[in-house]
T-cell receptor
Framework: EDKVVQSPLSLVVHEGDTVTLNCSYEVTNFRSLLWYKQEKKAPTFLFMLTSSGIEKKSGRLSSILDKKELFSILNITATQTGDSAIYLC???????????FGKGTSLLVTP | DADVTQTPRNRITKTGKRIMLECSQTKGHDRMYWYRQDPGLGLRLIYYSFDVKDINKGEISDGYSVSRQAQAKFSLSLESAIPNQTALYFCATARGASDTQYFGPGTRLTVL
């Protein structure tokens, strides 16, 4: 059975801290891994990773994939209260039919 | 205007009632999906459609049905709602495989 596991499930940090969110997966026929941010309602796309070792960056957020060890990390530096959200990791298989989501990491950044 | 819209945004209904949730998109995407989200369980796939004539069951399709009326419209029906179908329901679209999925704003459904 395909599995996507995120850790930690929740996290509370102070503004300015750096956080690392983890996503490990056990799937057959991996195609890509995606990160989404979910604030009040709809998840919004952050990154898509398909190759090992290539960091994707967007402002204070960055992510990298390790296809040998089957995990990805999402880093957020100099966190702000606006980073408070649920961060979802999802894996797409080669069948390409849908995404397998992890349960998410709930991040709270306090002032 | 939003590219992916869902109606209604909130709905409270009673056990046994038939409910339809609608999704429309202006992105011109062929692929459409319905997910439900429950606290602590992430998003789980209910049904997906790759084009108007292609409908497929997802991980948790029991108790649900769908209709792809047009490329732009994908409806989810609960024929006889039950309380454990209380959840947040998301529609998503994608152009194709390995394309980002774009999510609608969600419908919060409560079944009493």
């Amino acid at each position: 059975e395909d599995k996507v596991v995120q850790s930690p499930l929740s996290l509370v940090v102070h503004e300015g801290d750096t956080v690392t969110l983890n996503c490990s997966y056990e799937v057959t026929n991996f195609r890509s891994l995606l990160w989404y941010k979910q604030e009040k309602k709809a998840p919004t796309f952050l990154f898509m990773l398909t190759s090992s070792g290539i960091e994707k960056k967007s402002g204070r957020l960055s992510s990298i994939l390790d296809k040998k060890e089957l995990f990805s990390i999402l880093n957020i530096t100099a966190t702000q209260t606006g980073d408070s959200a649920i961060y979802l990791c999802a894996v797409e298989l080669n069948s390409g039919y849908a995404l397998n989501f992890g349960k998410g990491t709930s991040l709270l950044v306090t002032p | 205007d939003a590219d992916v819209t869902q109606t209604p945004r909130n709905r409270i209904t009673k056990t046994g009632k038939r409910i339809m949730l609608e999704c429309s998109q202006t992105k011109g995407h062929d692929r459409m999906y319905w997910y439900r989200q429950d606290p602590g369980l992430g998003l789980r796939l209910i049904y997906y459609s790759f084009d108007v004539k292609d409908i497929n069951k997802g991980e948790i399709s029991d108790g649900y049905s769908v209709s792809r009326q047009a490329q732009a419209k994908f409806s989810l029906s609960l024929e006889s709602a039950i309380p454990n179908q209380t959840a947040l329901y998301f529609c998503a679209t994608a152009r194709g495989a390995s394309d980002t999925q774009y999510f609608g704003p969600g419908t919060r459904l409560t079944v009493l």
